[in-house]
């Protein structure tokens, strides 16, 4: 007798779909959340839209809303991040406070890995003010939004002195720390993400602390450094797939005072910014941009730019652009502007209390009120100060008033000094400007030797200096995540350009020591 069949079902018949239930879905959010920290964006989109949305509780719905915004704001041209992050802690608001506070703390975190500060600051903090009070970020951000600086400051340093909470927000705590001009702290929290990048692999942490501690660098007056740490994170972000973080690169290219290449630089981030809805990329453009017009003496443009970066309030980046609208005010004219930018210059300084702000408040006090003893204060506290890019800056602007003032003599003591810290760090225009103003007092800019680096590319001249101390190919490829044939073509390009023909030569050369 023959075997009795069972009828195969039509091809059209459809088949079940997996049954969505809580595990599951924690198990997409898991996996998405794993994707996103490993720098893998799109496969952590493609699996939150997996999620039913509409099948979740509360709790969950907030998980997958928070994640929905961290996908959305390190995925470059999605603004709806904050938007998300906000629907999370609104909808924990009542039933977890605790994690409600955390979703609004993680808007600002995130916000500022990706440069999205502008705007989102207000907005998370204008939210957060009906949160349960703690003492943490939160806390005393809303303090500064609402009170200033005078009454947030004690606040603020409390939780940074905290190394849990900044551990928990690496990027809000550099921002922070950069707003109580407190280089030690940043110099903390930049050598945690170091560390903590390199161990875990974590791209988005290693990329925050090269771009941090490129930046750092160059304020310090220290430009080779600077340089080798934004060629790392390009290349670490080239190999995930993702855009760099253009802000250290901008800085360093207008500090060096380098106009057409800081020009290019600055017309394409503004463009990006601006139409990706990026706000707080706008608001290093035009620091950036302050930066350099004032180091090329082109004052009404670095009054431009420097008042924009004031107006927009970002955390740090308002204050840093303060001395710049200072000095290019004074240049122009516009005494009262100067005078404003000054009152709110000191008002942030003078609370947070470190050599470092209080010195280029008192420079930026000099140019103003004309008083000797302010330049001389400069100089004295900036000596103390790690910030020897403004260290150098205090010797040149009172230079450029002691010859104002035809105290040449004075003047050319000051202007040498200038021209010497400037030189040697690579500010180039602010160079130029000692080296004109010594000129005038009838004196001579004491000749610098062309750095044989200048020609080459940042990414070129990190490859040399890891070349210069003995890597191969293959460890410099492993580090850059590049192929080794791609580092020898970069090296014979560098060969060409500095004039030598082997490896041996390249650490024989005294500007990679």
Same mark, same amino acid.
């Given at each position: 007798?023959?075997?009795?069949?069972r009828?195969r079902?039509s091809s059209?018949?459809r088949?079940p779909?997996?049954?969505?239930?809580p595990k599951r879905v924690?198990?997409? /959010?898991?996996a998405a @959340?794993a994707?996103l920290?490993?720098?893998?964006?799109d496969?952590?989109a493609a %699996?939150?839209t997996? !999620?039913e949305?509409k099948? /979740? *509780?509360?709790?969950?719905q907030?998980?997958a809303d %928070? /994640?929905?915004? @961290?996908?959305a704001?390190v995925?470059?041209g999605?603004s709806?991040?904050?938007?998300f992050?906000?629907?999370?802690?609104?909808?924990?608001?009542?039933?977890?406070?605790?994690?409600?506070r955390?979703?609004f703390l993680?808007?600002l975190e995130?916000a500022?890995?990706?440069g999205?500060g502008s705007? !989102?600051?207000?907005?998370?903090l204008?939210a957060a003010?009906? #949160?349960p009070?703690a003492?943490?970020?939160l806390?005393?951000l809303?303090l500064?939004n609402i009170?200033?600086?005078?009454?947030?400051?004690p606040?603020?340093?409390d939780?940074?002195?905290?190394?849990?909470?900044?551990?928990r927000?690496?990027a809000l705590?550099t921002m922070? #720390?950069?707003?109580?001009? &407190?280089?030690?702290?940043h110099?903390a929290i !930049?050598d945690?993400l170091m560390?903590?990048?390199?161990q875990?692999?974590a791209p988005?942490?290693l990329?925050?602390g090269?771009a941090q501690?490129?930046l750092?660098?160059?304020?310090t007056g220290d430009?080779p450094?600077?340089?080798d740490?934004i060629a790392?994170?390009?290349?670490?972000?080239d190999?995930i797939?993702?855009?760099s973080?253009?802000?250290?690169?901008?800085?360093v290219?207008?500090?060096?005072g380098r106009?057409?290449?800081?020009?290019e630089l600055?017309?394409?981030?503004?463009t !990006?910014?601006?139409?990706?809805?990026?706000? @707080?990329l706008v608001?290093?453009?035009h620091?950036s941009?302050a930066?350099?017009?004032?180091g090329?003496? *082109?004052y009404?443009?670095?009054?431009a730019?420097a008042?924009q970066?004031?107006?927009?309030?970002d955390?740090?980046?308002a204050?840093a652009?303060?001395?710049?609208l200072v000095e290019?005010?004074?240049r122009?004219g516009e005494?009262?502007?100067a005078a404003s930018a000054l009152?709110s210059?000191?008002?942030?300084?003078? #609370?947070?209390?470190?050599p470092w702000?209080?010195?280029?408040?008192a420079?930026?006090?000099?140019?103003?009120?004309? &008083?000797?003893d302010?330049?001389r204060?400069?100089i004295?506290?900036l000596?103390d100060?790690p910030g020897r890019?403004y260290?150098?800056?205090a010797?040149?602007?009172?230079?450029e008033?002691?010859?104002?003032?035809n105290?040449?003599?004075d #003047?050319?003591t000051q202007?040498r000094?200038?021209?010497?810290l400037l030189?040697?760090?690579?500010?180039e225009?602010?160079?130029r400007?000692?080296?004109?103003e010594l000129?005038?007092?009838?004196?001579q800019?004491?000749?610098?030797?062309?750095n044989?680096?200048?020609?080459?590319?940042m @990414?070129?001249?990190?490859i040399a200096?890891?070349?210069?101390?003995?890597?191969?190919?293959k460890?410099?490829?492993?580090?850059l995540f590049?192929?080794?044939r791609?580092?020898d073509a970069?090296l014979?390009n560098?060969f060409r350009? /500095?004039g030598?023909?082997?490896r041996?030569?390249l650490r024989?050369?005294?500007?990679?020591?």
């Amino acid at each position: 007798m023959a075997a009795s069949r069972r009828p195969r079902p039509s091809s059209n018949a459809r088949r079940p779909c997996p049954r969505t239930t809580p595990k599951r879905v924690d198990r997409t /959010l898991a996996a998405a @959340q794993a994707k996103l920290d490993a720098g893998a964006t799109d496969a952590a989109a493609a %699996l939150l839209t997996t !999620v039913e949305l509409k099948t /979740l *509780d509360e709790r969950t719905q907030a998980k997958a809303d %928070l /994640l929905r915004g @961290q996908v959305a704001f390190v995925r470059h041209g999605d603004s709806n991040g904050p938007t998300f992050m906000l629907h999370a802690a609104r909808r924990l608001a009542d039933i977890d406070p605790a994690w409600s506070r955390t979703c609004f703390l993680d808007a600002l975190e995130m916000a500022m890995v990706v440069g999205r500060g502008s705007g !989102v600051m207000d907005m998370v903090l204008n939210a957060a003010r009906s #949160a349960p009070p703690a003492t943490d970020f939160l806390d005393a951000l809303v303090l500064l939004n609402i009170s200033g600086h005078k009454a947030a400051v004690p606040a603020l340093r409390d939780v940074l002195a905290d190394s849990a909470a900044w551990t928990r927000r690496p990027a809000l705590a550099t921002m922070v #720390a950069g707003e109580l001009w &407190d280089i030690d702290a940043h110099t903390a929290i !930049v050598d945690w993400l170091m560390k903590t990048g390199r161990q875990s692999g974590a791209p988005m942490v290693l990329r925050l602390g090269l771009a941090q501690g490129a930046l750092e660098a160059a304020l310090t007056g220290d430009l080779p450094k600077a340089v080798d740490a934004i060629a790392e994170e390009e290349a670490l972000a080239d190999a995930i797939g993702t855009p760099s973080m253009t802000y250290p690169r901008l800085f360093v290219t207008a500090l060096r005072g380098r106009r057409e290449e800081a020009t290019e630089l600055i017309e394409t981030a503004t463009t !990006v910014a601006k139409a990706k809805g990026i706000g @707080q990329l706008v608001a290093n453009v035009h620091w950036s941009a302050a930066v350099l017009h004032n180091g090329l003496g *082109d004052y009404p443009a670095a009054l431009a730019m420097a008042r924009q970066a004031a107006a927009a309030g970002d955390l740090f980046l308002a204050g840093a652009a303060m001395p710049e609208l200072v000095e290019a005010a004074v240049r122009c004219g516009e005494n009262d502007l100067a005078a404003s930018a000054l009152e709110s210059l000191t008002e942030r300084t003078q #609370a947070s209390g470190t050599p470092w702000g209080l010195g280029l408040t008192a420079y930026s006090r000099g140019m103003v009120t004309g &008083d000797e003893d302010d330049y001389r204060a400069a100089i004295e506290l900036l000596a103390d100060s790690p910030g020897r890019t403004y260290q150098a800056r205090a010797h040149l602007l009172y230079g450029e008033w002691l010859r104002r003032q035809n105290r040449r003599l004075d #003047a050319r003591t000051q202007l040498r000094t200038a021209h010497d810290l400037l030189s040697t760090i690579g500010m180039e225009a602010f160079a130029r400007r000692a080296s004109d103003e010594l000129r005038a007092t009838g004196a001579q800019a004491r000749s610098r030797a062309t750095n044989s680096l200048d020609e080459l590319t940042m @990414q070129e001249t990190h490859i040399a200096r890891l070349v210069a101390t003995g890597a191969t190919s293959k460890e410099v490829a492993a580090r850059l995540f590049l192929s080794p044939r791609t580092i020898d073509a970069h090296l014979r390009n560098i060969f060409r350009k /500095l004039g030598i023909t082997s490896r041996r030569q390249l650490r024989d050369l005294p500007d990679l020591r």
